[in-house]
């Protein structure tokens, strides 16, 4: 049973454009949410989390929406460019983070110059 | 300041032999959890050691085993391989105790078993 289904499989964007990715849960006791991105040959490297006591968080010009009431959130790439050109994955865990990651099957993004 | 490193980073083995991989945590953390990727999937956790006992466990068989030292580093162990335990393994570190503390990421070590 996949607990964390993440959306598209791929993505192809223009240099500039806005990149979405979304992803969906069935856990409620889930309570922690991060997007990692993960670049060939190395490993997820965190880029943004967020807890269901919010609805948005950016940093720079990544931001997570999260909608507790649906169980879904997603992220958001602003200005994408070509560097952001990686696998992400979203991921959920119950007990803040250090618990055990339950990870989408993440997302190629390709960022056309 | 080292983040999580992880060795061998590539490995090759056949089928029915035994592997341990290693693992040492990022400074200033004392929790390890081991995690295998697919390729083209996203990582699966095999299980987690605090205070060098098993803290929890993914849905993985008993060839898998693992180990804590005092200094916080870690080995993964499968026994009995198998072709399907072809992958990268994962090691990612956090602080210990409950909540609130992210878990960072080694490179892996890319497993081939022939």
């Known amino acids: 049973q996949q607990q964390v289904k993440q959306s598209p499989q791929s993505l192809i964007v223009q240099k500039g454009g806005i990149s979405i990715i979304n992803c969906a849960y069935e856990n409620t006791a889930f309570d922690y949410f991060p997007w990692y991105q993960q670049f060939p040959g190395k490993g997820p490297a965190l880029l943004i989390a967020i807890r269901p006591d919010v609805s948005e968080k950016k940093e720079g010009r990544f931001t997570i929406s999260f909608n507790k009431s649906a169980k879904q959130f997603s992220l958001h790439i602003m200005d994408s460019q070509p560097g952001d050109s990686a696998t992400y994955f979203c991921?959920?865990?119950?007990?803040?983070?250090?618990?055990?990651?339950?990870f989408g099957k993440g997302t190629k993004l390709t960022v056309n110059p | 300041d080292a983040g999580v490193t992880q060795s061998p980073t590539h490995l090759i083995k056949t089928r029915g032999q035994q592997v341990t991989l290693r693992c040492s945590p990022k400074s200033g953390h004392d929790t390890v959890s081991w995690y295998q990727q697919a390729l083209g999937q996203g990582p699966q956790f095999i299980f987690q050691y605090y205070e060098e006992e098993e803290r929890q466990r993914g849905n993985f068989p008993d060839r898998f085993s693992g180990h804590q030292f005092p200094n916080y580093s870690s080995e993964l162990n499968v026994n009995a391989l198998l072709l399907g335990d072809s992958a990268l393994y994962l090691c990612?570190?956090?602080?210990?105790?409950?909540?609130?503390?992210?878990?960072?990421f080694g490179d892996g070590t890319r497993l081939s078993i022939l």
């Open positions: 991921a959920a865990s119950e007990e803040g983070g250090s618990e055990k990651l339950v």
């Open positions: 990612a570190s956090t602080n210990g105790g409950w909540g609130n503390q992210p878990q960072h």
